[in-house]
């Protein structure tokens, strides 16, 4: 599928634990600790980090500091005797810069 406009790359917002661990992630530096601000969404298979990166600054009015983008693979997976497959998705891991945030995602 095509991406025509900002509106078809971001699909939804993953919710797990390890996404809130990455919310809430404290880094260390040489000048101190600092809050690192890490959302992560589930995007459209042709999806770039830039135009991750625009989607995010346009909708959720926030500034991306870092862009990581992952393929997650299709897995094989057996239910009541029948195999089926589960398919993979491309997420996005988005950096905010420091004092940043988005309150409507934050629990």
Known sequence: MPI???YDVIKSVRFSEKTELLKNMKVSSKTGEK???KYTFVVSKDATKLLVQKAVEKFLNASVDKVNIINVKPSVRVFR???GVVSG???AVVTLKEGEQLPELSS
């Open 81 to 83: 005797g029948r195999k």
């Open 4 to 6: 025509n406009s900002l």
């Open 89 to 91: 998705y491309k997420k």
């Open 35 to 37: 809050d690192k601000r």
